[in-house]
């Protein structure tokens, strides 16, 4: 993804989390816990799972012993 797909997902998210948000905050107490606390877990999930997927060699010791020093 280059960076006017990046921008493209920056856009969207600015403009459909917010709207997500509302919309759960309308449907009433299910809304509302759904907003407080699957939206919050889905996000971090998603975070850790992009994370984990486009690691790179590079981003830390993982093929390396640690042997103490920096």
Do not use: N, Q, S
């Amino acid at each position: 993804m280059g960076l006017a797909g990046a921008i493209a997902v920056a856009i969207a998210l600015f403009i459909g989390l917010p709207l997500v948000l509302l919309l759960a905050a309308w449907a009433g107490p299910v809304g509302w816990i759904t907003a407080a606390v699957v939206l919050p877990l889905a996000v971090l999930a998603a975070i850790l799972w992009l994370g984990w997927v486009k690691r790179r060699p590079d981003d830390g010791p993982y093929d390396r012993p640690y042997d103490g020093e920096f």
